[in-house]
């Protein structure tokens, strides 16, 4: 029930496994005005999502990494070389992920204060699936776009 006698809002019951009790008292109000704030948050999050991914990217150049850190670079020929330079990106790019998924759920029930685990499911997968989009255009897509319009500057007689 709201205190606003001529509307209310119905929502099916969820488990009672499933409700975050100490969620309850936070007004639907309140609730609304969080939601687009963190909507704002994500959607930022997304448009700058390609500077994270860019960085865990760089990890597959260990040499430039060991340079920049006044390491001695190591020979690449080496087959460690190639399976570390090709496994760390990875490790580190699921590691963000999950670190994302978690920071989502973590607003989804903190911040957001949904009622239900269900509503912080389905709250964190719909990001989390933006932020999966975001990369696989960032990775696919922008990688190839980027690849040829550096060829096109360099060669612009290649059209």
């Known amino acids: 029930l709201t205190p606003d006698r001529t509307s209310m809002r119905v929502f099916h019951a969820p488990d009672p496994r499933s409700v975050l009790w100490e969620n309850i008292n936070f007004p639907f109000s309140m609730q609304d005005t969080a939601k687009f704030g963190m909507k704002v948050v994500w959607i930022v999050g997304i448009l700058f999502w390609a500077i994270p991914v860019s960085v865990v990217n760089s ?80 990775i696919v897509i922008g990688g190839s776009i980027f690849n040829q319009f550096q060829s096109l500057l360099n060669d612009p007689q290649s059209i």
């Not at 260990?62 to 087959?79: E, F, M, Y």
């Not at 989804?108 to 699936?129: G, P």
């Open 59 to 138: 990890l597959a150049n260990l040499n430039s990494i060991l340079q920049a850190l006044n390491i001695k670079t190591v020979d690449s020929s080496k087959p460690w070389y190639g399976f570390l330079s090709g496994l760390l990106p990875v490790i580190a790019l699921a590691l963000l992920l999950d670190a994302l998924y978690a920071l989502i759920v973590l607003t989804a029930k903190r911040v957001l204060k949904l009622k239900s685990l269900s509503d912080v499911d389905a709250y964190a997968t719909y990001w989390y699936q933006l932020y999966q989009f975001a990369n696989l255009w960032l």
